[in-house]
């Protein structure tokens, strides 16, 4: 049974940073690849980023490329999201989301193929 709960909920000014955690438990083969998707109210939700750690893999996002990064630390069994130079349009309800298989630059930001979520955790930039 695979569980995935996001942590770092905050209000920030514009400009500033914020990091997201995603506590991951369960198998961990079973989260093999992970990502960070964003869901703003109005707007569908986007792949922000994307990490096969094994593969040493990782995808951004245009909107968020050199502003996010996206990290893992398998001792803690934990998904990272750095992100930087906060705007108010990155205010959004950001959710991770883990996955057994492998995937490409076509798949990585689709949250159809990510079978296991976490429950999400707002941010909000002004």
């Known amino acids: 049974h695979v569980q995935l709960v996001e942590s770092g909920r905050g209000s920030v000014q514009a400009g500033g940073p914020l990091r997201l955690s995603c506590q991951v438990s369960?198998?961990?083969?079973?989260?093999?690849?992970m990502g960070w998707f964003r869901r703003a109210p109005g707007k569908e939700r986007e792949g922000v980023a994307a990490?096969?750690?094994?593969?040493?893999?990782?995808w951004y996002a245009d909107s968020v490329k050199g502003q996010f990064t996206v990290s893992r630390d398998t001792a803690e069994n934990t998904l990272y999201l750095h992100m930087t130079t906060l705007k108010p349009e990155d205010s959004a309800m950001y959710y991770c989301?883990?996955?057994?298989?492998?995937?490409?630059?076509?798949?990585?930001?689709?949250?159809?193929?990510?079978?296991?979520w976490g429950q999400g955790t707002q941010v909000t930039v002004s």
């Open positions: 989301a883990g996955d057994p298989r492998r995937k490409t630059d076509d798949s990585w930001h689709d949250g159809f193929w990510y079978m296991f």
């Open positions: 990490a096969c750690t094994a593969e040493g893999r990782t």
């Open positions: 369960g198998d961990a083969y079973s989260t093999y690849c």
